[in-house]
């Protein structure tokens, strides 16, 4: 019985709305058709499938990621990102993986789960300027750039 993909992941949220929009405006997700389920809940959709299946008002006093680290999802356009969530003042890391044309941005949703947005074939924003993904820091020698 072999795996074929991940289907979804499923987030416990403390406040829906908030959530929604976070992965509406910085993660790109639409929030779409969802079964008629007897608690509050949304299915965020990746073109038409539902990859992120939220659930609220649950009585649950666990949130955020807990033994899983980051959940990653594979974006476009690192640069209208970014200018997004500084406009809006979020907290964000971007790093480079080595070795691999791939950029990736740090985000954490409204419950505290690490976001992974990766860039896949883009060109090298200023936000790396001085990184070194060997280091996976920016280098003493090399000052970081803002955009």
């Known amino acids: 019985m072999p795996a074929l993909s991940l289907d979804h992941y499923n987030i416990y949220c403390t406040d829906l709305d908030a ?4 992965y ?6 639409t929030n779409g058709e969802r079964p008629p389920f007897p608690f509050p809940g949304a299915w965020m959709y990746a073109g038409e499938k539902a990859i992120l299946h939220l659930v609220s008002e649950t009585g649950r006093g666990d949130q ?3 033994a899983i680290d980051h959940i990653a999802i ?3 356009d690192i640069r ?9 003042g979020v907290a964000f890391e971007v790093k480079k993986v080595p070795a691999r044309p791939l950029q990736q941005v740090f985000v954490h949703d409204p419950d505290g789960v690490m976001i992974e947005l990766n860039f896949w074939h883009e060109e090298d924003v ?4 001085g990184y070194d993904p060997m280091a996976n820091k920016v280098t003493a020698e090399k000052q970081k750039v803002p955009a």
């Open 19 to 22: 959530t929604v929009r976070f």
């Open 24 to 29: 509406e405006r910085y993660v790109g997700l």
């Open 64 to 66: 955020g990621s807990g």
């Open 74 to 76: 594979n974006c476009a």
């Open 80 to 88: 209208g990102t970014l200018d997004q969530i500084k406009k809006d």
């Open 126 to 129: 200023a936000e790396l300027a």
